[in-house]
């Protein structure tokens, strides 16, 4: 069967049937399960590489190598030991040994592959997915989607320009609970909605003292290092000199804002009902409690101004409380009530008197809402399509240019500069109650304070601020090079 052929292999009646077996379906119509029947047609199964397995990785495999209609035909990854586990671990799964690649590339060149299903560390999303595109891929790629804004917009037109469906690792957007969630305050039952708040309330030890440490023998840096300077390893935490803790560095990752926050971050402004990146972005923080060779923030808040709306993300790396109930989730808040989620799937819906009115809780399939999509060819089918999962990534990469722009200030003296905005100094308080929480003195405490931009959304970029749009995008080691606007 032909590569094109077994992309399209469902035929129009194949489709209807799916359509009719289709099943819960949203209060408003939506639906967020995707169980249509798996084909079990040796020639009708998609030929499904997964490129970076470490971490995340791993659960992409699980899910492809337990369906009956894909199978795990390649895995790469830069580290030979675990990509060579991987590969054990999923022959037992589904039967037949997938091949192992270090070199990417090597999975680019087959014609055969269907799907390129990617988690490796940010700064490589955006050139893995562009490249598999280009190569007549479809694409599945963890969050964030990018390691900066310009990054994001590229994957975009790569997907419309060569025709790719291209789903963002946002589950998010496929789970029946939250869905149901955003339906409630879309649909007014909270009122006007003043504030999106996204939490991300999680526990991040010191990684240990700043070194050079050896770089593993299984492990090809050049290829884990792709884009970004290559440069030693200058970690070596619980997991080791190269996996995990690249999250706490500027050159692979974004901090937890782009880690874990990303999720929180794009329910927030899916909540707002926002198409766009906002018109102004403030962010304060800084890595407090300890000192390690992580570089991000570990305690951090970005404020994104939306005109009538705000959306506020908080950042916690500190043993802290919940807030209202949720420590990784969001909180949505109107003039007649709010809406809080507690985790990917769950949440309830209160009134303006703290009394639950409603419960959200129910899962989804955000592999088979991709796969239903690479069926069917139509972008419109995604949940997370590549649009949404870059303007969501855009907010964390705004809020971190902000922060980085700073300068380091007094909480005292942060306080000061905020006042006037009544949200922006309740939250400022309940932020510096938690540093004393943990045991900091506050009058000692030096603040990185961002700077205040204006942005345009319109054109992605910032207004009177060159030094902040040369943060847009980040110098490309070759041949690692993610294609300038209009050469995708």
């Given at each position: 069967?032909?590569?094109?052929?077994?992309?399209?292999?469902?035929?129009?009646?194949?489709?209807?049937?799916?359509?009719a077996?289709?099943?819960?379906?949203?209060?408003?119509?939506?639906?967020?399960?995707?169980?249509?029947?798996?084909?079990?047609?040796?020639?009708?199964k998609?030929?499904v590489?997964?490129i970076?397995v470490?971490?995340?990785?791993?659960?992409?495999?699980?899910e492809?190598s337990?369906?009956?209609?894909?199978?795990?035909?390649?895995?790469?990854?830069?580290?030979?030991?675990?990509?060579?586990?991987?590969?054990?671990?999923?022959?037992?799964?589904?039967?037949?040994a997938?091949?192992y690649?270090?070199?990417?590339r090597?999975?680019?060149?087959?014609?055969?592959?269907?799907?390129?299903?990617t988690?490796?560390?940010?700064?490589?999303?955006?050139?893995?997915?562009?490249?598999?595109?280009?190569?007549?891929?479809?694409?599945?790629?963890?969050?964030?989607?990018?390691?900066?804004?310009?990054?994001g917009?590229r994957?975009?037109?790569?997907a419309?320009a060569?025709k790719?469906?291209?789903?963002?690792?946002t589950?998010?957007r496929?789970?029946?609970?939250t869905?149901?969630?955003?339906?409630?305050?879309?649909?007014?039952?909270?009122?006007?909605?003043?504030?999106a708040?996204?939490?991300?309330?999680?526990?991040?030890?010191s990684?240990?003292?700043?070194?050079?440490?050896?770089?593993?023998?299984?492990?090809?840096?050049?290829?884990?290092?792709?884009?970004?300077?290559?440069?030693?390893?200058?970690?070596?935490?619980?997991?080791g000199p190269i996996?995990?803790?690249?999250?706490?560095?500027?050159?692979?990752g974004c901090?937890?804002?782009?880690?874990?926050?990303?999720?929180?971050?794009?329910i927030?402004?899916?909540?707002?009902?926002?198409d766009?990146?906002?018109?102004?972005?403030?962010?304060?923080?800084?890595?407090?409690?300890?000192?390690?060779?992580?570089?991000?923030a570990n305690?951090?808040?970005?404020?994104?101004?939306?005109?009538?709306?705000?959306?506020?993300?908080?950042?916690?790396?500190?043993?802290?409380?919940?807030l209202?109930?949720s420590?990784?989730?969001?909180?949505?808040?109107?003039s007649?009530?709010?809406?809080?989620?507690?985790?990917?799937?769950?949440?309830?819906?209160?009134?303006s008197?703290?009394?639950?009115?409603?419960?959200?809780n129910?899962?989804?399939?955000?592999?088979?809402?991709?796969?239903?999509?690479?069926?069917s060819?139509?972008?419109e089918?995604?949940?997370?399509?590549i649009?949404?999962?870059?303007?969501?990534s855009?907010?964390?990469?705004?809020?971190n240019?902000?922060?980085?722009?700073?300068?380091?200030?007094?909480?005292?003296?942060?306080?000061?500069?905020?006042?006037?905005?009544?949200?922006?100094?309740?939250?400022?308080q309940?932020?510096s109650r938690?540093?004393a929480?943990?045991?900091?003195?506050l009058k000692?405490?030096e603040?990185?304070?961002g700077k205040?931009l204006r942005?345009?959304?319109?054109a992605?970029?910032?207004?009177?601020?060159?030094?902040?749009?040369?943060?847009?995008?980040?110098?490309?080691?070759?041949?690692?090079?993610?294609p300038?606007?209009?050469?995708?």
């Amino acid at each position: 069967m032909s590569h094109v052929s077994r992309r399209r292999f469902l035929e129009d009646s194949m489709f209807a049937a799916a359509a009719a077996a289709a099943v819960a379906a949203g209060p408003m119509g939506r639906a967020w399960a995707d169980d249509a029947p798996q084909s079990k047609s040796p020639n009708e199964k998609l030929s499904v590489a997964v490129i970076g397995v470490n971490g995340q990785g791993k659960g992409h495999l699980g899910e492809y190598s337990s369906r009956k209609d894909t199978e795990v035909t390649y895995i790469c990854d830069a580290d030979e030991k675990v990509g060579m586990q991987r590969v054990a671990d999923t022959a037992k799964k589904q039967g037949r040994a997938p091949k192992y690649v270090q070199d990417l590339r090597r999975v680019f060149d087959d014609k055969t592959v269907d799907v390129v299903s990617t988690a490796t560390p940010n700064h490589w999303h955006a050139l893995v997915s562009i490249w598999a595109m280009q190569a007549g891929k479809d694409v599945y790629v963890e969050k964030p989607v990018s390691h900066n804004i310009s990054e994001g917009r590229r994957m975009v037109e790569t997907a419309r320009a060569h025709k790719k469906i291209c789903q963002t690792g946002t589950q998010c957007r496929s789970m029946g609970g939250t869905i149901e969630a955003i339906d409630w305050v879309h649909g007014g039952k909270i009122g006007e909605l003043k504030v999106a708040r996204g939490l991300c309330y999680k526990t991040r030890n010191s990684i240990g003292p700043k070194g050079v440490y050896a770089v593993p023998a299984n492990v090809d840096y050049n290829l884990w290092t792709g884009p970004a300077p290559l440069k030693p390893p200058t970690r070596n935490g619980d997991r080791g000199p190269i996996h995990y803790d690249w999250h706490w560095f500027w050159d692979y990752g974004c901090g937890d804002l782009g880690n874990q926050g990303i999720h929180q971050m794009d329910i927030a402004r899916w909540g707002m009902g926002v198409d766009t990146l906002p018109t102004e972005v403030l962010s304060y923080g800084g890595r407090l409690g300890y000192q390690d060779a992580g570089e991000t923030a570990n305690t951090q808040v970005i404020i994104h101004d939306y005109g009538p709306k705000t959306l506020v993300f908080e950042v916690r790396g500190l043993k802290t409380d919940a807030l209202r109930g949720s420590k990784v989730g969001v909180i949505f808040e109107g003039s007649d009530g709010y809406v809080v989620l507690t985790d990917y799937t769950s949440g309830a819906a209160f009134d303006s008197s703290g009394n639950k009115v409603k419960d959200f809780n129910a899962g989804g399939d955000h592999f088979g809402n991709f796969l239903k999509a690479v069926r069917s060819r139509k972008v419109e089918d995604l949940n997370a399509d590549i649009l949404e999962g870059h303007l969501s990534s855009a907010l964390c990469h705004l809020g971190n240019i902000s922060y980085r722009l700073g300068s380091q200030t007094s909480l005292q003296d942060a306080e000061k500069r905020l006042a006037g905005n009544d949200e922006a100094v309740a939250t400022f308080q309940r932020f510096s109650r938690h540093l004393a929480d943990n045991g900091l003195d506050l009058k000692k405490v030096e603040l990185g304070f961002g700077k205040e931009l204006r942005f345009d959304p319109k054109a992605e970029k910032f207004i009177d601020n060159s030094l902040a749009d040369q943060m847009l995008t980040r110098e490309y080691r070759a041949p690692f090079i993610v294609p300038a606007a209009g050469q995708v």
